[in-house]
């Protein structure tokens, strides 16, 4: 698997994930493409044998304190081998190299994998936002964030990962 940025030529491969792992309440294509357009975001895709099996996307604006995760999601065949944890490093890689000091996210209450994962990574659970996910029966969305200078302290192999990606 490499990573590497994402590109206008990956929408249709990004947006093919985006349905199948979001059935209810997927990003339109012309969403997912302004946010590829964005210059206060940054995309990145999980490539093999030539085919995108993964996508995650970072809003952070240069020289703010504080960056979002969009976004992550893999082909259904791709999950369980570490290809999240991957993105998600990536992601937080480019926050710290845009100059960001926290990161924050919106995890649905019932993914208890992912919320497994940003906690292994230092996320830390701050609020809750009631029926966030209203089109699945008004599940919650669990608000975490991110130390994201303890992260990079303790995880400095990761931005060496993830450098070939920016």
């Known amino acids: 698997m490499i990573l590497r940025p994402a590109t206008d030529a990956d929408l249709d ?50 020289g703010s304190p504080d960056a979002d995760v969009q976004t992550i999601a893999l082909a259904d065949d791709a999950r ?10 990536a992601l937080l890689a480019q926050a710290a190299e845009r100059g960001a000091r926290e990161v924050f996210l919106d995890v649905r209450d019932d993914n208890v994998i992912a919320q497994a994962l940003y906690a292994s990574e230092g996320f830390l659970p701050i609020g809750r936002r009631p029926n966030y996910y209203p089109a699945d029966g008004g599940v919650d969305a669990i608000v975490m964030r991110l130390d994201l200078r303890g992260w990079t302290h303790s995880h400095a192999d990761a931005s060496t990962e993830a450098g070939a990606c920016t």
């Open 13 to 62: 491969a990004i947006m093919v994930i985006e349905r199948a792992s979001f059935p209810s309440d997927a990003w339109s294509a012309a969403t997912m493409q302004a946010d590829l357009a964005s210059a206060h975001n940054w995309y990145v895709v999980a490539e093999e044998a030539g085919r995108v099996r993964g996508y995650a996307g970072l809003r952070a604006p240069a």
């Open 80 to 89: 369980g081998r570490g290809r999240g944890r991957a993105l998600l490093r």
